[in-house]
Nanobody, 117 residues
């Protein structure tokens, strides 16, 4: 059974940090590119960051560049998103996604991140 389970969300103050984790199971994690998406209420889903199968190549949305870092540990079947210098506009549900080729195959259920003082 394929599972992607996010954790680490919660409430943070502006300027604070959170680290999201995504635990993968039921598929060959190391063969999949991984992504973090987010969606805020009333807004379109936004691709936040991507990472290739080895972790050697990453990309970021302009809105998070320099503040967020995506990483993965293939020995633990885990994906991470380190979020620093958080802003209220980072408030959203964050989901991890497993991508094979050009197709996004598996989605997590999401974790809520709220940035507020």
């Amino acid at each position: 059974q394929v599972q992607l389970v996010e954790s680490g969300g919660g409430l943070a103050q502006p300027g604070g940090s959170l680290r999201l984790s995504c635990a993968a199971s039921g598929f060959m994690f190391s063969s999949y590119g991984m992504r973090w998406y987010r969606q805020a209420p009333g807004k379109e889903r936004e691709l936040v960051a991507t990472i290739d199968t080895t972790g050697g190549s990453t990309t970021y949305a302009d809105s998070v560049k320099g503040r967020f870092t995506i990483s993965r540990d293939n020995t633990k079947n885990a994906l991470y998103l380190q979020m620093n210098s958080l802003r209220p506009e980072d408030t959203a549900v964050y989901s991890c996604v497993a991508r094979l080729g050009i197709k996004e195959r598996y989605w997590g259920q999401g974790t809520q991140v709220t940035v507020s003082s």
